[in-house]
């Protein structure tokens, strides 16, 4: 039986934690982000697309067969999808990519919205990005996978050598970490604070002012634009098939957020704070 398998157990949790307090539909009695900050890194959303055809097209069975070795069925990729687009009525979820910089492609639990449409409303996934340099000459170094598959619903945020607690005689890890599985809780802490500052957004409402708020102002080119989203409003926001929205503005997420006489800024406080507007 699949009642025990790894999937069909997220499946539940994430359906049971949906349910939050059955006399409140508030953010603050139900979780408002599922963080993962991991991922079976060696099934990419290529090899579900280039398997399809051995499974009639259907890629609930695509994925099955590809973890049929961990237990995996089709009822316990069902039972898996069921959570997540249950848990998203309330909450976003949020997935950290593959700490690997050489990937060719997205793995495949956090590129689940590329063959199942619905789960990309409310739905973040992590990268990491080092910023060096002095303010106005930064360089950004991508120190994890890129967006790939998933940049329109991508973002990225700092977390090389980060300095930890550690145990011992130290308080402290002088060398520092790194990693996505950094960035997938700074974005998750960052719905956090939105939902309260914004008690009636919608998980994807929450989604949007993140991504459209990113900063991808970057000096010397680096952010090279792909294509943009449109969100609510008719304010668009550049992504980079690399970078994907950019990097994660809390600042700017938290202010109102507009378009301007100029299509190509968001205002934020001051202008160009949101990072570039159009495609």
């Known amino acids: 039986s ?8 997220m499946g539940h949790s994430h359906k049971y934690a949906a349910g939050g307090d059955a006399n409140s539909d508030s953010h603050a009695s139900k979780p408002i982000a599922s963080n993962h900050s991991w991922g079976y890194t060696n099934v990419l959303v290529t090899d579900i697309s280039n398997d399809l055809s051995n499974n009639g097209n259907d ?6 067969a590809n973890f049929a070795g961990n237990g995996e069925t089709v009822s316990s990729v069902d039972q898996l999808l069921s959570g997540l687009n249950e848990f998203q009525e309330n909450g976003v979820v949020v997935w950290s990519l593959d700490n690997d910089n ?12 590329e063959f199942y449409s ?3 409303e409310a739905w973040i996934t992590a990268i990491n990005i080092d910023i060096s340099g002095a303010v106005g000459s930064e360089t950004y170094t991508r120190q994890s996978a890129s967006c790939l598959e998933t940049a329109k619903y ?3 945020a700092d977390a090389h050598q980060i300095i930890l607690p550690a145990v011992g005689p130290n308080l402290y890890n002088s060398t520092g970490t790194s990693g996505t599985s950094f960035v997938a809780p700074m974005i998750s802490g960052a719905i956090a604070l939105l939902a309260e500052a914004f008690p009636n957004h919608t998980p994807e409402m929450l989604v949007d002012r993140l ?12 952010f090279v634009v792909a294509g943009s989203v449109t969100f609510g409003n ?20 938290l202010q109102p957020i507009t378009t301007s006489s100029t299509p190509l800024s968001i205002y934020a406080g001051a202008p160009n704070l949101g990072g570039n507007l159009g495609g």
Do not use: R
Not at 2 to 9: E, G
Not at 59 to 64: E, H, M, S, V
Not at 234 to 253: K, L, P, T
């Open 234 to 253: 008719g304010v668009q926001h550049s992504y980079s098939a690399e970078h994907g929205h950019g990097i994660m503005d809390i600042y700017a997420a």
């Open 59 to 64: 890629p609930t069975a695509t994925i099955a």
């Open 211 to 222: 991504l459209a708020s990113a900063d991808n102002v970057w000096p010397n080119d680096q």
């Open 118 to 120: 619905y789960l990309e």
């Open 102 to 113: 050489s990937k060719s492609s997205t793995h495949i639990l956090a590129g689940l919205p």
């Open 2 to 9: 699949n009642a025990t398998s790894f999937f069909s157990k």
């Open 154 to 156: 991508c973002l990225g």
